[in-house]
């Protein structure tokens, strides 16, 4: 029992933060909400400098090899950074896909997502619109509950529909489902999509940690400024407490998300459960940090030219994306009331039958 | 990352959960707040600490077990899930022991520990007066050093109030002002007072749960033997952070009470689904992820400290959790129990309705002790959040 990073792993954590600080300004996010498709390819380029798009495709394939527990970690500053790029959509849920997938279709698209040449997404029968569509080169679309096809972006047809957040690029996809395009039915394809809703709730979850725990530090920034009454409002209690509660909220949050990442890497029977925790708890931190850190900036905070809608827009996103919050419930109902999952002292780390 | 426990860990538990079957009593003890229940509960220490599992994280030589927190954590498991009766000397144990450890002169490790571990000894403690609450630093109560033909004493002269345990306990500790022309946090000493000394008086004060659970303390010229000092004199301050630190953080509020708790209250759901709302549904639910939530950051927490960190403002964070949450998980059963909530154990209709009353009306004090929640969200923004005073 060790419920620690390592070195390497709080290394690449801070080294990715700084890239990140460094390239991802408001000023960049603003610039990609103005462009037609809210992407930019030199930017995906660029990430795949510092390895994110590949950090889950195996080394064979040119990527970095690792695991959602090294992952998790990046997520939450590509979360901090507001980055908007095709993370989740690419790298936390279609890389792994394809990699359980396999043959020709992972040898085909695997280094091409390492060395950022491509961008993959993945539509779900739970989740309504399909996220980086209208960038994708391929698509991984779910046809019932049960066959997943890879459609080439070109086959399908593809909607765009504009949403709160600018930087949030949902899309209406169709397309017409043959036995060439299907690669998996059954239970394996069930199994694929199953993984792919975990993996895309937990990617969510975690950037909604960092947007919330950016949302804290511009209040804190603010109000710490901002003067009334001849003092700086963030010296009054009543909005100290509103900050102080949202820090609670997300330092609680945290370790529910990395526990799951680590039972989505570890494979835990109790994946799906452990991700609806985290789902909850996470998107719950970042949507009470919107409204809080609103609070906090008053009148300025209303604006479309402050910063802090850019991350309150996000919090308000990821809460929607990879299941919303009645879905996340439901399979935490059913796994503790229905399934008879461990409950009580002694049962946070057990497995069923054990 | 590694969140699996070795097998030296898994037998550990075993040994405890053997131990503890045992062991425990059939039948609950009466509450530690009434004279027969302060005496069952003693009783119940004695047979812990034979037992050697009374605490196991200290060191052996102080009646200890030498065990690691994460073996602590894993003991607390089994404790709990064992039904095992609440600890009556908490405020020695888990409070004032690990400061002792710290503070300590190894005289005074020796003489107070193995005391407090067997619960010979059973502390109240001594953190508010009349005019000290949330402003902890406004201490009165005098303790004037001094020689006479026995030696080197405290005078002390004052009063200390809502000192839990202090009407079946034998010991106080707390802060009391030795520089009598000191302000707020300076000038202060912790002393340790035996509740037997000449010119003690404990006026014991009905709780909301109409038990004695704590006490007004009059002293008046209570001569205390100088080599009752915790620390350095006038240290005092400092010595109490540390102290508070405990009771606000993991020490005291292991998570297995709260999974305990969130375990009966979703089997208290189960039992009543058909009556009870989905909204109380979610927030059933929302309790228990509370509960694992917590659990997890005190693995997280202790994972740390093992690999030498250490816990600081942190704490703050804590204490609210724990005490929202505890508070809500009581609200949610009184809620589901409808009607029959009201109702007191000896009514004739109240088979089922289990202690979810008496829990609630203890939960109530979370937010409270131990600091309150708004002096913790002042700690929060200033000292973790960094924001101006």
Known sequence: MDFRFNEDQELLQTTVRDFLEGEITPEVVRELWDTDTGRSPALWKTLAEIGLPGLLVPEEYGGMGMDEVDFVLLLEETGRAGLAEPIVSTAAVAVPMLREIGGALAKEWLPKIATGDAVVAVGHPDVAFVEDAHVADLLLLSNGADEVHAVLAVDADITLQPANDPSRKIASVSFTPTQATCVASGDEARAFLAAAFDRGALASAAQALGACDRMIALAVEYTSERKQFGKPIGSFQAVKHHLAGVKVKLEYARPVVQRAAHSVASGSPLRALHVSMAKLVACEAGVFGAKQTLQCHGAIGYTWEQDLHVWMRRAWSLDRSWGRAPLHMGRVQTALLEDGAPMGSGCTFSSPGA | MDLTFTPEQEKFRAQAREWLAAHVPAEPLKSFDTAEGAKQHREWEHVLNGGGWAMVPWPVEYGGRGANLLEWLIFEEEYYRAGAPKRINQNGIFLLGPTIMEYGTPEQKARFLPKMAASEEVWAQGWSEPNAGSDMANIQTTAIRGTDGDGEHFMVNGQKTWASRG??????????????????????????????????????????????????????????????????????????????????????????????????????????????????????????????????????????????????????????????????????????????????????????????????????SGPIYAGTNEIQRNIISERILGMPR
């Open chain 2, 167 to 364: 009407a079946f306990g034998d010991w106080l500790f707390g802060m009391f002002r030795t520089d009598p022309d000191s302000e707020r946090h300076k000038g202060l000493t912790f002393i340790l007072l035996p509740l037997d000394l000449p010119g003690v008086t404990v006026r014991p004060i009905e709780q909301l749960d109409g038990l004695p659970g704590f006490a007004e303390v009059f002293l008046d010229n209570v001569r205390v033997p100088a080599e009752y000092q915790l620390g350095e004199e006038g240290q005092g301050w400092q010595v109490a952070m540390s102290t508070a630190g405990f009771e606000r953080g993991l020490m005291l509020r292991s998570p297995a009470r709260f999974q305990d708790t969130a375990r009966r209250l979703v089997e208290l759901y189960r039992e009543n689904a058909d009556d009870v709302s989905e909204t109380v549904r979610d927030d059933v639910l929302r309790c228990w992820i509370g509960a694992e939530a917590y659990t997890l950051e005190t693995f997280r927490t202790v994972s740390r400290l093992l690999a030498g960190g250490k816990i600081g403002a942190e704490s703050s964070l804590n204490k609210i959790f724990w005490s929202e949450l505890d508070l809500k998980m009581h609200e949610l059963a009184l809620e589901i129990l409808g009607d029959r909530g009201d109702l007191l154990p000896g009514a004739p209709a109240a088979e089922g309705v289990g202690n979810w009353l008496d829990g609630y009306l203890f939960a109530l």
